[in-house]
């Protein structure tokens, strides 16, 4: 297969876990072959596509989470999983010591309650603790995938709203949803999307609201993949300023998976 985008080369999966990532690798390059047109060279630079995926032992975990984000930074053509796995294994984030970066330290955490029984956010481990074992059998795994699968490289922190609403028209042209087609592969139990806002997230699929999703801290929805029907829940982006991890995120988070409706 020739390679247009860096794929995963991260050892440790599981058998299904790399049946897994061949049918990404494949999803990507139909991905980043529709994009590479003509007209889509004029909005954006496909060169800079991500792929992104799963961390290993994913699919061992009792409860599957995908995490939803906007874009990469600074990592065109790169892989989005094999750069963030070595970041964690270094507690550093481009330059940040992990439990001083809100966006990594809040996804760590959250995953960590809520795969633990919606722990009490004082009671979870500092995100410095949970990377040791993270990707291990018996540590902490999660998804991760951007809507736009283009980096921002920028080297502004602020996001591209122009590029990703272009990436966003440009693939919707497709007669695959390719959206749909990544969750599908990665299979999970529960979506968490950060701030994308309600057209983009029903580009995801076949997406409810299961909730008016007015006013509230959390948008709840419903996403059915294959006749599953997986809770899909918005909050803000986790590298928002001035958010208490806790208050602000992960306890309305705990109230929107133990009030569904």
């Known amino acids: 297969m020739d390679e247009k985008f860096r794929t995963t080369r991260l050892t440790g999966f599981t058998p299904e876990e790399r049946e897994m990532n061949k049918k990404l690798n494949d999803l990507f390059c139909e991905w980043y072959s529709f994009l590479d047109t003509g007209e889509n060279r004029s909005l954006f630079d496909v060169k800079l596509f991500v792929s992104d995926g799963f961390y290993p032992y994913y699919t061992t975990r009792q409860k599957k989470i995908l995490f939803i984000g906007q874009e990469a930074l600074c990592i065109g053509g790169d892989n989005y999983i094999d750069i963030l796995y070595g970041a964690y294994k270094e507690n550093c984030i481009g330059g940040t010591y992990i439990n001083q970066h809100p966006f990594h330290r809040r996804m760590l955490k959250i995953a960590y309650g809520l795969v633990h ?8 481990p500092p995100a410095s603790d949970l990377t040791a ?5 018996d540590g902490l795994s999660f998804a991760f995938m951007n809507f736009s699968k283009l980096s921002n490289d920028s080297g502004e922190i602020k996001a591209d709203v122009k590029t990703i609403d272009a990436f966003g028209r440009s693939t919707a042209k497709s007669p695959v949803n390719f959206f749909e087609k990544e969750i599908e592969i990665l299979a999970p139990d529960l979506v968490i999307a950060m701030n994308l806002g309600s057209e983009k997230i029903h580009c995801l699929g076949d997406v409810k609201a299961t909730s008016e999703n007015r006013g509230v801290a959390v948008n709840r929805y419903s996403l059915s993949v294959n006749d599953k029907k997986i809770p899909l829940l918005e909050t ?19 109230r929107a998976l133990e009030n569904p409706r």
Do not use: R, T
């Open 236 to 254: 803000y982006h986790f590298s928002g300023h001035n958010l208490s991890d806790a208050k602000d995120i992960y306890e309305p988070l705990v």
């Open 133 to 137: 074992s993270f990707g291990g059998v």
């Open 117 to 124: 029984g919606a722990l009490e956010w004082d009671k979870i």
